[in-house]
């Protein structure tokens, strides 16, 4: 069984619960591979009680993503990123740089 660490600090919001519904599998079920029981899945998730780095790496692979993605990347929007990573990777210098200024003017808040 995987010990999940209460003095470990936490390290706020995370899409753990995202990628655990993305693919498809309920709190007992990703207990049964994790070897977690579904409440304390659950904790995790609402984070009432903090992970480890253990904890992570397993869900990662099960949940059939990175660590850090399980951490900071909404599964929802692989597909428009990686359509965007397709654009970019084709795009000449001048194009990127014109991207860059868009995705500034939309994105960044002063």
């Not at 480890?52 to 990347?73: H, M, N, R, V």
Request: proline share 5%.
């Amino acid at each position: 069984m995987v010990s999940i660490s209460k003095s470990e600090k936490s390290l706020g919001h995370t899409y753990i619960q995202k990628w655990r519904n993305h693919v498809g599998l309920t709190q007992a079920q990703a207990g049964e591979l994790l070897e977690l029981s579904a409440p304390l899945i659950s904790r995790v998730e609402a984070g009432k009680t903090q992970y480890t780095q253990s904890f992570i790496e397993k869900a990662a692979k099960a949940y059939g993503c990175t660590p850090g993605q399980l951490l900071d990347t909404d599964p929802t929007t692989l597909p428009t990123r990686a359509k965007i990573d397709q654009l970019l990777a084709d795009a000449s210098p001048e194009d990127l740089s014109k991207c860059l200024k868009i995705m500034e003017t939309i994105l960044v808040k002063d």
